[in-house]
């Protein structure tokens, strides 16, 4: 074909030129082809973290919260969970669990003695049933002592391994686990330290004044990820918790003090009438106490993250429930954005370098055109048509840009490959990012097919003006001075 | 029979806020088979009148006339059909185009739109090729070639169309005389043996004398017709 010749030979003409200007390409492409892989990469290892350390796929919490749930908004608790239990049995129920966890945040003091000197450690934490947390999120790295007697995977550790300090072993490991950083933080701050196993005193402040509940230190654990805000929270197992924020509650009530109570909603009337109806023959021995949990949050890990969006329509819809769910990203709070706004900072530098690269291309080119204005308008002259002209010089700027784009593309390619272990990413940018560590780097064709759309469009984009300067053209110009 | 007819053609360039007047009412009428010098000083007005004569340009009044067809009012495209369909051109700088070698310049005409097959196309190129005596250069690009050699490229470009005119405007005017002459020569013997009318302008008195007949201009007015057989 003679366009295709034509645009060929001219290129291999103007070598040095084409060179540049190929090159410049070939390095848009690159960009954009790891570009578009690492951010996508990123936000990939960035949702799994998140979803490994925060959150699950989603968080489940109390319908009556006007705030979302969020894994680090510990001064704004959120309200309780009531039918915890329905909860729980309508995600055991639900094929499309993988597993979950509950959990709450709150904070207290840790007392603790020294030289009969007593010593006030404040500290934040989430209130965990330990094996089911341990199984959704696998981020403790236990130093000392153990997590509640639950080993990694989940399951009770074998009798003897948990440290009690009383002897006591496995599922019966209760008290508080400390982050070795907070540790840190105590020495420093405090000049104390604590030791697996010793006794403490937790505090928790609650509307009445301050419980007072006799514990112990079950351990001392560094987080594996995320680092800037696990190194601050510590974990205390959930019977504890109960137990020092009182969350108990009374169960065999007759149903019809329950009605009577409902009822009462109504009016005052309706409250004095309370008394002569039921609680005046109420069978004090018939009641029981029980604790109540105070979870506020159950995080639920899918068998397939794709039908997030489903299993939380079905959660709300489900009457009786009273709860509310979150996706992961809602609910992690700018951890998720992070991901998100290096995504769209890639995208934005990426879309800078193709604007300056379609600049300096379309400048060339003109200066291509401007120089071969004796040539064009021979062709013209001759009885060539405008259409011939533009699609030689579109010709010449897909067979220079796709070459060029191909490099770039094969160029990434192996980079890509070197990288195979993983990007190596500043530890603080990782941290917020990823949760620390290596980027695993995936690409795939998408991403190289993205980019190859994306040069051919912009090249054409680049040529609209040469061509038209070019179109322009008369065969008049045919006799102008070379 | 008249091929080209001009009929009170004017032409006239802006150059700010002063008016060129390059033609000034020429009528001139071209039969079949001539071989024509257009001659005049330089600026009298020679390449506009090849200009209009080819549609390469269009005049500001008056009438073109090609082939029985009044070109007023043409399009682009119209126009652009009518020159690679009627019109041969040779060019002072003989315009070949610098990345094709002299067999595809040659062919460069008929790879444009023409729906010529291959095989005709090739025996027409090497026909053009033997006649302006470049067969042992066919693979040469136009800067391996002599000045000379380059308007025969071109002429051959010319005519491998079969046009019904060929212009040629000063195609002397960038060779030594010796091969102007001899450029001349064979563009006279092609007109002689295939008939095809060429108009050629030139400001050169040796190589007027190649043509059948003259036409003077000045300050764009046809100022005399001369130079009958010779
Ligand atoms: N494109 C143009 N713009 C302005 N003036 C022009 C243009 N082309 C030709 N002229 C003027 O028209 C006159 C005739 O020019 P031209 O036809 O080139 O003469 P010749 O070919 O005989 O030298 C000259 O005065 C020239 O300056
Ligand atoms: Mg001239």
Partial sequence: ?482 | MSVVELADVRKSYKLGDTVVEALRGVSVSIDKGEFLAIAGPSGSGKSTLLNMLGCIDVPSSGRVTIDGADVGGLSDRELTRYRRTKIGFIFQSFNLIPVLDVYENIEFPLLVKSKLTRKEREALVMRFIEEVGLDDRIKNKPNELSGGQRQRVAIARALVTRPLIVLADEPTANLDSGTGIRIVELMRSINESDKTTFIFSTHDAHIMREAKRVINVLDGKVVGYDGAEV
């Fill in chain 1, 1 to 482: 074909m003679l366009v295709l010749r034509l645009a060929l030979r001219t290129i291999m003409r103007r070598k040095g030129r084409m060179v540049l200007i190929g090159s410049l390409v070939a390095f848009g492409t690159f960009l954009s082809v790891f570009g578009t892989a690492f951010s996508s990469s990123a936000g990939e290892a960035s949702r799994a973290s998140i979803i490994d350390n925060f959150t699950g796929d989603l968080i489940v919490y109390s319908a009556r919260s006007k705030e979302l749930p969020s894994p680090f908004a510990f001064n704004t608790p959120l309200p309780n969970i009531r039918n915890a239990d329905e909860v729980g049995r309508f995600l055991s129920a639900s094929p499309e669990v993988l597993t979950w966890a509950s959990f709450a945040q709150n904070y207290g003091l840790v007392q603790v003695e020294r030289d009969g000197r007593k010593v006030d450690l404040p500290f934040i934490f989430y209130a965990v049933e330990p094996g089911p947390y341990r199984k959704v999120f696998p981020n403790v790295d236990v130093k000392d002592g153990s997590f509640f007697g639950i080993r990694e995977d989940g399951a009770l550790s074998p009798p003897g391994t948990g440290v009690t300090g009383d002897g006591s072993t496995g599922d019966r490991a209760r008290g508080v686990m400390i982050s070795a950083f907070q540790n840190g933080q105590y020495l420093r701050n405090y000049g104390v330290q604590l030791r697996v196993g010793e006794r403490v005193t937790l505090l928790g402040i609650t509307e009445g004044g301050a419980n007072a509940l006799p514990s112990r230190v079950t351990g001392i654990f560094e987080p594996k990820h995320y680092k800037s805000v696990f190194n601050y929270i510590n974990f205390v197992d959930a019977a504890t918790y109960s137990e020092l924020y009182n969350y108990t509650g009374v169960t065999a009530l007759p149903e019809a003090l329950n009605a009577g109570l409902a009822a009462a909603q109504g009016g005052e009337d309706a409250i004095f009438g309370l008394a002569d109806a039921g609680i005046g023959e109420l069978d004090l021995g018939s009641l029981r106490s029980e604790a109540l949990s105070g979870f506020t949050m159950i995080a639920v890990k899918l068998k397939d993250h794709a039908t997030v969006d489903r299993f939380i329509a079905a959660i709300e819809a489900t009457d009786g429930l009273e709860v509310k769910a979150a996706r992961w990203d809602a609910a992690s709070g700018f951890y998720a954005s992070i991901s998100k706004a290096l995504q769209a900072f890639i995208w934005l530098a990426t879309g800078l370098v193709f604007l300056v690269v379609a600049l300096i291309f379309a400048n060339t080119l003109i200066i291509n055109v401007v120089e071969r204005t004796a040539e064009i308008g021979t062709m013209r002259a001759i009885g060539s048509d405008k259409s011939f002209v533009r699609n030689m010089f579109l010709a010449e700027t897909l067979i220079l840009n796709l070459a060029a784009a191909l490099v770039g593309m094969v160029a990434a390619g192996v980079v890509m490959a070197a990288l195979s272990g993983g990007v190596p990413l500043p530890e603080t940018i990782s941290q917020f990012l990823i949760g620390g560590g290596r980027l695993p780097l995936r690409a795939n064709a998408w991403h190289f097919v993205q980019t190859l759309v994306a040069v051919a469009v912009v090249s054409v984009l680049a040529t609209l003006y040469p061509v038209r300067v070019a179109t322009s053209i008369t065969p008049l110009k045919a006799m102008s001075e070379r």
